[in-house]
């Protein structure tokens, strides 16, 4: 029996398209091990939004070399920084066997053959053109016995963005025919699943039949399903009827991925956003009038080229102005064929040591807030999705609110499940507490065994 191993960096993106890569070589024969000691085929899944990342991946290969060396295993590198460097990965590192980029997953098994076979070093990097693209489909019965799966509505983005690597790594904006999302949203729900998740670069710039609002509004309808969320968005997409979605359709879950980047009007404009804080403020203080009570999370960038301290201030209240549930926040680095990293020397370069210590002031500042938000759940009862076994305490049950929130709790409903837990402890990044009462039973009976071991590593910064 071969064995597989999946080493995932980066974006929820990523962590579908490595999904679709476990689906794929499971049609081969293989099957998952959690130990990469023990695997004879490796995938490094990789993201290149930031040069930490690269660096990360680079290291993994070091790792990985001693594998290879021991049991003969096939390395390959897929992902944003493979289709980023193409065959100068090869070049760099020596003992690769292959590397394919995002568009070319459907190729995976193929690409395997030809190393396995005509013992060749391969590179499939080529973009599909959008008339000839074929997007990732979750299969059904690999994912009977989860209860939330993703689900890609379109891939790319058409912003060009001054920091930002995705046009250049992922393509245009390509939208999935919305007939096609639905299909694969009710077989998932057949199988038990309660939950999706809509995602791709920028989703609410989808153009696949029907506005975004309207598929979010139809993926709501489909039976079984019970909450329906996405990932990422853009400002400038944040319709009005997006808005009112969230307002007539409770199973949008309450909880908006909403990135500003920076609280400084001309840094946006650099950063080419075509956005203001104040416009960004006038949609969010809208989305929060038609649903009380979301939370709302955002990323930042810090110490982008040129930035004064005055400037990152901005960004400070801003986000204590916003309160953000949580925010992902990260000092910039300059990624290939930005405009930013063309420009940065122009704008001013800004000490690593000076974007290291505004971060970890705005970090210090978001704990703080993000622990007000989890206390203030403590002496409540909480709806919570049971997603399965704490990964913390295998006698607990893991799950989510419906603003996301993380809860570990004593109880027994099986995965599938909706329940009321009563909330007895909280730290800022995690609620604690024991289970009530059960609200909903799973619509398919769970698998007789639960499976612990994830089919990939989880994804990293």
Known sequence: MKRYFIHTFGCQMNVNDSLRMSEALSKMSYVPTPEPENADLIILNTCSIREKAEDKMLSALGRYRAVKASRGAILGVGGCVAQQEKDKLLKKVPYLD???????IAKLPEVITRVQEARERVVETAFVDSEEYVFP???AETSRGKVTEFVTVMKGCDNVCSFCVVPHTRGREVSRAFPEVLVEVADLARVGLREVTLIGQNVNSYLGGISFAQLLLRTAEVPGIERVRFTTSHPHDLSDELIEAFRIQPKIAPHFHLPVQCGSDRILKMMRR???????LVQLAKLRAARPGIAVTTDIIV?????????????????????????FSFVYSPRPKTGAALREKDWGLIPHEVKVARLERLQKLQRRISGEYTQSQVGLDVEVMVEGRSRYDATKRFGRTPENRTVNFEGDAPAGSFVTVHIERA???????RQVAVL???????LPVELPVPLHVPAEA
């Not at 292959?98 to 070319?104: I, S």
């Not at 930035?307 to 102005?321: A, H, R, S, V, W």
């Not at 730290?427 to 507490?433: A, D, F, M, S, V």
């Open 440 to 446: 909903k039973e799973p619509t398919v009976a769970p």
């Open 137 to 139: 489909r979750a299969d």
């Open 274 to 280: 075509d956005y203001t804080v104040e416009q960004y």
């Open 427 to 433: 730290t800022p990044n995690q609620l604690q507490g």
């Open 98 to 104: 292959f590397v394919f980029g995002p568009d070319n």
């Open 303 to 327: 110490g982008f080229p040129g930035e004064t301290e005055e400037e990152f201030e901005m960004t400070m209240k801003l986000t204590e102005l916003v309160k953000y549930e949580n925010q």
